[in-house]
Each structure stands twice: as structure tokens, then as C-alpha cells.
């Protein structure tokens, strides 16, 4: 697979809106977000295909706190983990039927039940993945063949830009697929990339032109960003 990929960004929540979710749910904000983001990927997947469930490879970044008295002070640059992760709806949510109301909240609440389930934020099968000598640990591997990644970076110039000692790129080098030398091979057939800029959510959707049509992305942009305005307002 070469790496043919193409990009597509969009707006998902306005500055206002985002202002006003601040407003409201003050110090749950973050936590509001991110339920909703993976509840809108669920939701949109079963728009797009009915299914129930999404596997997908999740990234973290931070210092977990699984390790106890753990010294990091002496450490640079994030900590990444990528864990394999699978949401599903609710069971007695209706197959085929506009998600409003009581069960749009239910499936908010689910979704956000299982994110808060997945141990140390996915630190575990990293761990386990790459650097333990278990011979069991071997059928994880078959997870590296999901290939759909999913990453949330935050607030993007926003608290760490003074815009004195650091200058943001001209635009057209904020894509990076013309960066990647074409022999590359894709990691990933669809990279979902999430991040706060000038007070506004945004998403990019990178995809392999072999794997997805444009509209299919563009399809999945504006049901994406249908569930999201409805999550955030609940």
C-alpha cells in the first residue's frame, strides 16, 4: 500500500459553541468531549453500515499514573501509547431509527462506561505488547491489523502559543501526506485526528485513496458532525 494519502479537515464546533460547553460544564468539558467524539464514531459508523461496534487503534498521550512513585521529572516529550479498543451501543438501542433524547444520552452514557473502563488509559497493552517476554503475549499482535487510528492532541495553539517564539506554518504545509516519501507504506487506511484551535473542535480525516471514496469521507464528516452538535448540547 503506498502512501496515497489524502486529507480531509473540517469544522466541527464553532468557537461559540465551544464557548458555551465550556461555560456549562466548567471542569467536565474535556470529559464531555471526548464521550461525545467516540460516541459520534459509533454512531456514525452504524449511519454508514448498521453496525453496532468500532474497533479502532486509540492513541494516549501522558505520564499514567499505573506506575506508583514512578520519577519522571527527568523525562522530555510525550508519552505515547496506541491501544486497540472496541465501543458498542447500547443493546436495546433500535436498529435503523434517528438517535435523539433519552436514548442519544443513553448511548453517551455507555460509551463513556466503557472509555473509563479500558485500564491505565491502554498503558497495560502497550507494555505488554512490545516489552514483555510472555509467549502468550504473541496473540495481541493480531490487533496491530486494525486500521483505523484515532488521536485527540487537545488545545492546539491555544495555551502554549505566544506567538513570539513559535510561528505557525503556512498552510499549506499543515497537511502532511506530500511529507511522506511515496514509498512508504500506510500504517493506517484511516488516521482521525482531533484537536481545539482558536476556541473552535476541529477534525482531519487522512485516508488511503485505495481504501475510501472522497464521498464516502465527506459522508462520514457530516454525520459525524451531526452527532457531535447534538452530543454537546445534551
Known amino acids: 500500500m503506498q502512501s496515497d494519502i489524502i486529507p480531509h479537515g473540517f469544522d466541527v464546533l464553532d468557537a ?3 464557548g458555551r460547553a465550556r461555560d456549562r460544564l466548567q471542569g467536565g468539558f474535556q470529559t464531555r468531549l471526548l464521550d461525545s467524539i467516540f460516541t459520534a464514531l459509533l454512531l456514525t459508523a452504524r449511519d454508514l453500515s448498521g453496525q453496532r461496534n468500532l474497533i479502532f487503534h486509540k ?3 501522558g505520564r499514567e499514573t499505573a506506575i506508583r512513585d514512578a520519577d519522571v521529572s527527568r523525562t522530555v516529550g510525550w508519552f505515547i501509547t496506541h491501544t486497540p479498543v472496541t465501543f458498542r451501543l447500547p443493546g436495546d438501542m433500535p436498529d435503523g431509527e434517528p438517535v ?3 436514548a442519544l444520552a443513553g448511548a453517551l452514557e455507555a460509551v463513556g462506561a466503557q472509555l473509563r473502563a479500558f485500564p491505565d488509559n491502554g498503558l497495560g497493552h502497550s507494555a505488554l505488547r512490545y516489552y514483555a517476554d510472555d509467549p502468550r503475549v504473541a496473540e495481541l ?3 496491530d491489523e486494525v486500521k483505523t487510528l484515532f488521536q485527540y492532541i487537545g488545545d492546539v495553539w491555544q495555551h502554549n502559543y505566544d506567538g513570539t517564539l513559535f510561528q505557525v506554518p503556512d498552510a499549506s504545509l499543515t497537511d502532511v501526506p506530500d511529507t511522506v516519501a511515496a514509498e512508504n507504506l500506510a500504517d493506517y487506511h484511516l ?3 482531533a484537536y481545539l484551535m482558536d476556541d473552535a473542535f476541529r477534525m ?3 485516508y488511503t485513496q485505495q481504501n475510501y471514496r472522497a464521498e464516502t469521507i465527506r459522508r462520514m464528516a457530516d454525520l459525524f458532525a451531526g452527532h457531535m452538535q447534538r ?3 445534551l
Open 16 to 18: 461559540e459553541t465551544v
Open 204 to 206: 482531519k480525516f487522512f
Open 141 to 143: 499482535a493480531q490487533y
Open 231 to 233: 452530543l454537546m448540547t
Open 191 to 193: 488516521h482521525i485526528y
Open 100 to 102: 435523539e433524547g433519552a
Open 59 to 61: 492513541v494516549a498521550h
